[in-house]
């Protein structure tokens, strides 16, 4: 049993208000808000029971559980209710769930010391937190129970919202106790449940959010109504620091259903009845744009300054032995470079966010990553205090990183700040596309040592790109290192004697760039395990044997390689044209993966995934089945990015539009995936993004395998196809 | 002009050449049809008219007149939708849930005119449905399932 000090945060807290239901109305949303006042003091007859920010138990006993993270399809609306129901003694079918309102204080992750749903950290972050909010209330409840029949609380058990008094079987539901409860002092001390007496953490409990989610109620932040709310589509300059030079208002605003242009210094909007009329509003507008400085320049352009950045030594994040040295004595040398391109995150639900600026407060309903961000920027740009603007959360049609960024909350607030009404602004695909946050271009070089046996004695990496971290967490960035720039690289497990790891920090002047499914990891596990591939491919060895053998201390490592590689039918005959591919993934997710990808190349040089078998040491696990899923998932999302995904500039613009040039995997393209789950009670590790991470990859290598060519360069079919030449 | 919706007869003054999405989520403020791409590239905006499988996002309103629209909201009174429905809900098909209305609606259609697809079938009636989640091994699963009535068991995989 695990017993823990109370934390500061689990203090009885008036209102934990403010949040969204599921499924809501915007009516009804905004009641939510006007209503958020003191619960626990709501008159003596109506108190709810509100231990801290996450639990609320009103007198007719209906659980609301407020979700500190936002649900994007991870599922962690489930896993984190699965947390505190295990606790609270609540079945998963009397809860309710609300998003939380914007509050780093009540709701922050530990991770990043604000409210942010991102770098797959919700369950790492909360498991412990959680567990103890459920915890306490259980305990309180129990207490007053107790009380209530003066007796031992210790003779009294929870059980699926009831608290029973074993020996005489008396009982009370938690809604007839939540009033005395609410009386009672918070405890300073609670006890954990063991593990071993989990009855739903570790089952394949079912998703709480699948309902709304097939029938078409679920509520995405595009989906909000509002009372004369007004739609606008925009188009912000396509190349980046550019501005309007000339449109023709006049030709926009005779189309019916056309109400308002609204010009900002970068972009223009049309404000409509609807979004058809905003889209011909904006067609119509015939916008000439002055290019400014970035005109002409072109995706050669930023590798050319990429290549030579990497010339020059960049900040050292790991470094063993004497890798200098090392590599001079070494019986043979290989280097290689290894290049990864922008990339679109593309979302299904487009960006979009609905402001309604009033005199001296605003609202803002939207789906958001970082709730907390979204409420400053809103502040930011209207002046007012915080506490006059008011953000209200959805479901995320998708986030992937790009809702960690808030332009499209900005820029929405600054439309909304030119009009007299609700206005819900809605990018179009093609907005979406060439006004991401990109997932930078990455230019690396790798140079490693093998000694005459073919045993790799060092091994140097320098990565050249940006440091995200300075501009997104700069408390994070110390020293000028870069975490995420480095992360995955500099937690290589494999037993080397010296090794380097450094980054050079190279910022683009053309788009902007942010975090990507996978963060610096996807980049630096496609470098790192290639090139791996390529050590092992010049000792003559086979790419799992080679691996094992310097994973030696890494027994995790070991058994996750074992597992794929055996289920992964590895070393089995293949038809021709096919070929089998290894990747192991390590990083700061705690995460052990190791994926084994089995390709074609046909005779036209495509690249088809056929089957992936992952196998998966994530620690403790909540919920099998999301942890599956978001394996999936995370695989689906990175054969896309590893095989097609390509952003390009050409002139200061960016080249991909929509679906039909900005290749994503379908149906009919989708391999055979399989997931294999190690159970132990290590502490839990990251999984919404590992699988995307580890994918690029086990598909290069699985290419490799399949045609005897090795490459460098994602994405894979470009590269494949020079290949060819 | 005239419309037949889920059953119920709308009159909505609209452009003709409106599309039927718009018509949908801005006018009429049925916002299970969701708006992904605008070009009948990814499927999101799929519902039915007269039982076929088409983007609302370029189909004009003046090509719905006379015909029957069936959208998400309704798909679940149909027999076949419902059990679509429910081998979704069995099998936990949605992650972020966004493209799930176009899902259902694409295999719904597919299933109440094949009612035992086969896997070249499944390809070629939903690759125009994308889903960023990944959740296709699940899609798949739960047609099948929903063909079959309860048959297929498990979750996940094809």
Same mark, same amino acid.
């Given at each position: 049993?695990?017993?823990?000090?109370? *934390?500061?945060?689990?203090?009885?807290?008036?209102?934990?208000?403010?949040?969204?239901?599921?499924?809501?109305?915007?009516?009804?949303?905004?009641?939510?808000? #006007?209503?958020?006042?003191?619960?626990?003091?709501?008159?003596?007859?109506?108190?709810?029971?509100?231990?801290?920010?996450?639990?609320?138990?009103?007198?007719?006993?209906?659980?609301?559980?407020?979700?500190?993270? $936002?649900?994007?399809?991870?599922?962690?609306?489930?896993?984190?209710?699965?947390?505190?129901?295990?606790?609270?003694?609540?079945?998963?079918?009397?809860?309710?769930?609300?998003?939380?309102?914007?509050?780093?204080?009540?709701?922050?992750?530990?991770?990043?010391?604000?409210?942010?749903?991102?770098?797959?950290?919700?369950?790492?972050?909360?498991?412990?937190?959680?567990?103890?909010?459920?915890?306490?209330?259980?305990?309180?409840?129990?207490?007053?129970?107790?009380?209530?029949?003066?007796?031992?609380?210790?003779?009294?058990?929870?059980?699926?919202?009831?608290?029973?008094?074993?020996?005489? =079987?008396?009982?009370?539901?938690?809604?007839?106790?939540?009033?005395?409860?609410?009386?009672?002092?918070?405890?300073?001390?609670?006890?954990?449940?063991?593990?071993?007496?989990?009855?739903?953490?570790?089952?394949?409990?079912?998703?709480?959010?699948?309902?709304?989610?097939?029938?078409?109620?679920?509520?995405?932040?595009?989906?909000?109504?509002?009372?004369?709310?007004?739609?606008?589509?925009?188009?912000?300059?396509?190349?980046?620091? !550019?501005?309007?030079?000339?449109?023709?208002?006049?030709?926009?605003?005779?189309?019916? !259903?056309?109400?308002?242009?609204? *010009?900002?210094?970068?972009?223009?909007?049309?404000?409509?009845?609807?979004?058809? $009329?905003?889209?011909?509003?904006?067609?119509?507008?015939? +916008?000439?744009?002055?290019?400014?400085?970035?005109?002409?320049?072109?995706?050669?352009?930023?590798?050319?300054?990429?290549?030579?950045? #990497?010339?020059?030594? !960049?900040?050292?994040?790991?470094?063993?032995?004497?890798?200098? #040295?090392?590599?001079?004595?070494?019986?043979?040398?290989?280097?290689?470079?290894?290049?990864?391109?922008?990339?679109?995150?593309?979302?299904?639900?487009?960006?979009?966010?609905?402001?309604?600026?009033?005199?001296?407060?605003?609202?803002?309903?939207?789906?958001?990553?970082?709730?907390?961000? $979204?409420?400053?920027?809103?502040?930011?740009?209207?002046?007012?205090?915080?506490?006059?603007?008011?953000?209200?959360?959805?479901?995320?049609?998708?986030?992937?990183?790009?809702?960690?960024?808030?332009?499209?909350?900005?820029?929405?607030?600054?439309?909304?700040?030119?009009?007299?009404?609700?206005?819900?602004?809605?990018?179009?695909?093609?907005?979406?596309?060439?006004?991401?946050?990109?997932?930078?271009?990455?230019?690396?070089?790798?140079?490693?040592?093998?000694?005459?046996?073919?045993?790799?004695?060092?091994?140097?990496?320098? &990565?050249?790109?940006?440091?995200? +971290?300075?501009?997104?967490?700069?408390?994070?960035?110390?020293?000028?290192?870069?975490?995420?720039?480095?992360?995955?690289?500099?937690?290589?497990?494999?037993?080397?004697?010296?090794?380097?790891?450094?980054?050079?920090?190279?910022?683009?002047?053309?788009?902007?760039?942010?975090?990507?499914?996978?963060?610096?990891?996807?980049?630096?596990?496609?470098?790192?395990?290639?090139?791996?591939?390529?050590?092992?491919?010049?000792?003559?060895?086979?790419?799992?044997?080679?691996?094992?053998?310097?994973?030696?201390?890494?027994?995790?490592?070991?058994?996750?390689?074992?597992?794929?590689?055996?289920?992964?039918?590895?070393?089995?005959?293949?038809?021709?044209? =096919?070929?089998? !591919?290894?990747?192991?993934?390590?990083?700061?997710?705690?995460?052990?993966?190791?994926?084994?990808?089995?390709?074609?190349?046909?005779?036209?040089?495509?690249?088809?995934?056929?089957?992936?078998?992952?196998?998966?040491?994530?620690? *403790?696990?909540?919920?099998?089945? &999301?942890?599956?899923?978001?394996?999936?998932?995370?695989?689906?999302?990175?054969?896309?990015?590893?095989?097609?995904?390509?952003?390009?500039?050409?002139?200061? *613009?960016?080249?991909?539009?929509?679906?039909?040039?900005?290749?994503?995997?379908?149906?009919?393209?989708?391999?055979?995936?399989?997931?294999?789950?190690?159970?132990?009670?290590?502490?839990?590790?990251?999984?919404?993004?590992?699988?995307?991470?580890?994918?690029?990859?086990?598909?290069?290598?699985? &290419?490799?395998?399949?045609?005897?060519?090795?490459?460098?360069?994602?994405?894979?079919? #470009?590269?494949?196809?020079?290949?060819?030449? | 002009?005239?419309?037949?919706?889920?059953?119920?007869?709308?009159?909505?003054?609209?452009?003709?050449?409106?599309?039927?999405?718009?018509?949908?989520?801005?006018?009429?403020?049925?916002?299970?049809?969701?708006?992904?791409?605008?070009?009948?590239?990814?499927?999101?905006?799929?519902?039915?008219?007269?039982?076929?499988?088409?983007?609302?996002?370029?189909?004009?309103?003046?090509?719905?007149?006379?015909?029957?629209?069936?959208?998400?909201?309704?798909?679940?009174?149909?027999?076949?939708?419902?059990?679509?429905?429910?081998?979704?809900?069995?099998?936990?098909?949605?992650?972020?849930?966004?493209?799930?209305?176009?899902?259902?609606?694409?295999?719904?259609?597919?299933?109440?005119?094949?009612?035992?697809?086969?896997?070249?079938?499944?390809?070629?009636?939903?690759?125009?449905?994308?889903?960023?989640?990944?959740?296709?091994?699940?899609?798949?699963?739960?047609?099948?399932?929903?063909?079959?009535?309860?048959?297929?068991?498990?979750?996940?995989?094809?």
């Amino acid at each position: 049993m695990t017993t823990v000090s109370r *934390r500061e945060f689990v203090t009885v807290v008036a209102a934990a208000g403010g949040g969204l239901l599921l499924g809501y109305r915007a009516e009804g949303a905004q009641r939510a808000a #006007s209503t958020a006042t003191a619960v626990a003091t709501a008159g003596t007859t109506a108190a709810s029971f509100a231990p801290n920010a996450f639990i609320r138990i009103p007198p007719d006993g209906i659980v609301t559980l407020v979700m500190p993270q $936002a649900e994007m399809g991870q599922g962690v609306y489930t896993a984190l209710s699965m947390l505190l129901a295990e606790e609270l003694e609540v079945a998963p079918g009397q809860i309710r769930l609300e998003h939380a309102p914007p509050d780093d204080k009540l709701y922050g992750n530990q991770f990043f010391g604000e409210q942010m749903t991102g770098a797959s950290s919700s369950v790492r972050a909360f498991y412990e937190p959680l567990r103890r909010a459920g915890a306490t209330a259980r305990a309180m409840l129990v207490a007053a129970a107790a009380a209530s029949w003066n007796v031992d609380p210790a003779s009294c058990r929870a059980h699926k919202g009831v608290v029973t008094h074993t020996p005489t =079987r008396r009982s009370l539901t938690y809604g007839v106790l939540a009033a005395r409860a609410a009386a009672l002092q918070v405890p300073d001390k609670v006890t954990l449940k063991d593990p071993k007496d989990f009855t739903l953490i570790g089952t394949p409990a079912k998703r709480l959010d699948t309902t709304g989610k097939v029938n078409g109620t679920a509520q995405f932040g595009i989906d909000v109504r509002l009372p004369g709310m007004l739609i606008a589509t925009v188009a912000a300059s396509p190349v980046l620091g !550019g501005k309007v030079a000339r449109l023709d208002e006049q030709k926009a605003k005779a189309m019916p !259903g056309v109400r308002q242009i609204v *010009r900002l210094d970068d972009g223009v909007a049309v404000v409509a009845d609807h979004m058809w $009329a905003a889209k011909q509003g904006l067609a119509a507008l015939d +916008i000439r744009w002055d290019d400014g400085p970035n005109a002409k320049l072109s995706t050669p352009d930023i590798v050319q300054g990429l290549a030579k950045a #990497s010339e020059s030594p !960049g900040v050292t994040a790991r470094k063993d032995g004497d890798p200098e #040295s090392a590599l001079a004595g070494a019986a043979k040398k290989v280097e290689a470079v290894y290049e990864a391109p922008f990339l679109a995150h593309v979302t299904m639900e487009p960006m979009n966010c609905t402001v309604h600026v009033r005199k001296d407060s605003c609202e803002v309903w939207t789906g958001s990553q970082v709730l907390s961000r $979204a409420r400053a920027a809103a502040a930011e740009v209207t002046g007012f205090p915080l506490e006059k603007v008011v953000v209200h959360n959805h479901l995320l049609g998708g986030g992937f990183g790009r809702r960690l960024e808030v332009d499209y909350v900005t820029q929405a607030v600054r439309i909304a700040k030119q009009v007299n009404a609700p206005v819900k602004v809605v990018w179009t695909r093609e907005e979406d596309v060439q006004h991401d946050v990109y997932r930078s271009y990455y230019y690396d070089r790798m140079t490693a040592g093998l000694d005459a046996r073919g045993t790799p004695v060092a091994w140097t990496h320098r &990565i050249v790109g940006p440091a995200i +971290i300075a501009r997104y967490l700069p408390q994070a960035f110390k020293d000028g290192k870069d975490i995420d720039a480095v992360d995955g690289a500099v937690q290589l497990l494999y037993d080397i004697p010296a090794i380097q790891v450094e980054h050079v920090r190279h910022e683009e002047p053309v788009l902007n760039t942010g975090f990507w499914r996978g963060v610096g990891v996807t980049h630096n596990n496609f470098v790192v395990e290639s090139f791996i591939d390529e050590l092992a491919a010049a000792s003559k060895q086979d790419p799992v044997a080679f691996r094992r053998t310097l994973l030696g201390k890494s027994p995790r490592a070991v058994a996750v390689l074992d597992l794929a590689a055996r289920e992964g039918r590895w070393g089995k005959p293949l038809p021709s044209g =096919r070929g089998r !591919g290894v990747a192991l993934l390590y990083s700061d997710w705690s995460t052990y993966l190791a994926q084994v990808a089995e390709v074609e190349v046909n005779a036209s040089g495509d690249v088809r995934v056929h089957r992936i078998v992952c196998a998966v040491d994530c620690g *403790r696990i909540v919920n099998p089945d &999301i942890v599956k899923a978001q394996i999936e998932s995370g695989v689906v999302y990175g054969i896309s990015g590893a095989v097609w995904g390509e952003v390009t500039l050409k002139n200061g *613009r960016v080249e991909q539009s929509n679906f039909h040039n900005y290749r994503v995997l379908r149906m009919n393209e989708a391999p055979q995936i399989e997931v294999h789950l190690v159970r132990n009670g290590e502490a839990p590790g990251g999984i919404g993004e590992p699988g995307t991470a580890v994918t690029a990859a086990a598909l290069n290598n699985a &290419i490799y395998a399949a045609t005897g060519k090795r490459l460098r360069k994602l994405p894979l079919q #470009s590269a494949l196809a020079l290949a060819a030449r | 002009m005239d419309l037949m919706i889920n059953g119920e007869r709308r009159q909505i003054d609209v452009p003709s050449d409106m599309p039927v999405l718009w018509v949908l989520r801005d006018v009429l403020g049925m916002t299970g049809t969701k708006f992904g791409c605008g070009m009948a590239l990814c499927g999101a905006c799929t519902v039915q008219l007269d039982g076929q499988a088409i983007r609302s996002c370029v189909t004009p309103v003046s090509a719905a007149a006379g015909k029957a629209i069936t959208t998400i909201e309704a798909i679940g009174a149909t027999p076949v939708g419902k059990k679509v429905q429910a081998a979704w809900i069995a099998l936990d098909v949605p992650q972020c849930g966004y493209c799930q209305s176009g899902q259902i609606m694409s295999a719904s259609a597919l299933l109440a005119r094949n009612a035992r697809p086969t896997d070249a079938d499944i390809d070629a009636a939903m690759a125009g449905n994308i889903c960023r989640c990944g959740t296709y091994g699940r899609v798949r699963a739960a047609i099948k399932r929903a063909a079959n009535g309860a048959s297929i068991s498990g979750r996940g995989g094809r």
